[in-house]
T-cell receptor, first 116, second 112 residues
Framework: AQKVTQAQTEISVVEKEDVTLDCVYETRDTTYYLFWYKQPPSGELVFLIRRNSFDEQNEISGRYSWNFQKSTSSFNFTITASQVVDSAVYFCALSEARNYGQNFVFGPGTRLSVLP | DAGVTQSPTHLIKTRGQQVTLRCSPKSGHDTVSWYQQALGQGPQFIFQYYEEEERQRGNFPDRFSGHQFPNYSSELNVNALLLGDSALYLC???????????FGAGTRLSVL
C-alpha cells in the first residue's frame, strides 16, 4: 500500500533561516511520482514540484531545493533564507503509475511558520 | 487562462440532507479528481473521472457519487450527510498519466 509520512507536524523559524521539511514514502511500485504542494490559508493547494521514480537528480528552484533519495525512500524539501510569505502548510504526495499516476496519497502536512 | 474553479465556496447543511458540489477543470484538462480534507489533515482521495466515467475510487462509501460532463466539468454528490462529512472538498484537474494535478480553492462544507 502507498503511504506518505511527514513526521514534523509544525515548524517555526525566524526569517532568513534555512528550513528542511521531511517526507518519507512507501510504495511497492517501481514507477511512481512524488510531489510537493503548498497550502496557504486561502486553502488552494499550489503545486511546487514533481519527480518521477527514475529521476533522482536533486533540483533547485530559487530559494527552494529538493533532495530525492530512493535508498531511504525520502523526498525532502529545503527552503533557503525563509521569508514570512513561506508560512503555509506543506504537503508531500505520492502517486503510483498503476493508478494512472493520479490517485494521490498525501502526507499529513507540515505547518511552517516563518516569524519576522 | 482560468484555473480550476469550484462552487460554491461555502455550504451549510444539516444531517441527512444531500449536497452537490461543482468543479470546472483547467482549460485543456480532461481528468477531474475529488479530495476530502478534514481540518488539520491531508487531502484524502475520493474518486477520479475520465471520459465521463469513474476511473478510480478511494475508500469512501457509496453515499459519495459523482459525474463528469462532456465539457469535462464535474459534480460531487453526497447523500445522507453525516456530521463527519464536514470538510474542505477539493477538486483537481490534470491531463495524461502521472501529470501534475492543479487544485481549486475548494468548497467548505459544514454539516450541522
Amino acid at each position: 500500500a502507498q503511504k506518505v509520512t511527514q513526521a514534523q507536524t509544525e515548524i517555526s523559524v525566524v526569517e532568513k533561516e534555512d528550513v528542511t521539511l521531511d517526507c518519507v514514502y512507501e510504495t511497492r511500485d517501481t514507477t511512481y511520482y512524488l510531489f510537493w504542494y503548498k497550502q496557504p490559508p486561502s486553502g488552494e493547494l499550489v503545486f511546487l514540484i514533481r519527480r518521477n521514480s527514475f529521476d533522482e537528480q536533486n533540483e533547485i528552484s530559487g530559494r527552494y531545493s529538493w533532495n530525492f533519495q530512493k535508498s531511504t525512500s525520502s523526498f525532502n524539501f529545503t527552503i533557503t533564507a525563509s521569508q514570512v510569505v513561506d508560512s503555509a502548510v506543506y504537503f508531500c504526495a505520492l502517486s503510483e503509475a498503476r493508478n494512472y499516476g493520479q490517485n494521490f496519497v498525501f502526507g499529513p502536512g507540515t505547518r511552517l511558520s516563518v516569524l519576522p | 487562462d482560468a484555473g480550476v474553479t469550484q462552487s460554491p465556496t461555502h455550504l451549510i447543511k444539516t444531517r441527512g440532507q444531500q449536497v452537490t458540489l461543482r468543479c470546472s477543470p483547467k482549460s485543456g484538462h480532461d481528468t477531474v479528481s475529488w479530495y476530502q480534507q478534514a481540518l488539520g489533515q491531508g487531502p484524502q482521495f475520493i474518486f477520479q473521472y475520465y471520459e465521463e466515467e469513474e476511473r478510480q475510487r478511494g475508500n469512501f462509501p457509496d453515499r459519495f457519487s459523482g459525474h463528469q460532463f462532456p465539457n469535462y466539468s464535474s459534480e460531487l454528490n453526497v447523500n445522507a450527510l453525516l456530521l463527519g462529512d464536514s470538510a474542505l472538498y477539493l477538486c483537481a484537474s490534470s491531463f495524461d498519466e502521472g501529470n501534475i494535478q492543479y487544485f481549486g480553492a475548494g468548497t467548505r462544507l459544514s454539516v450541522l
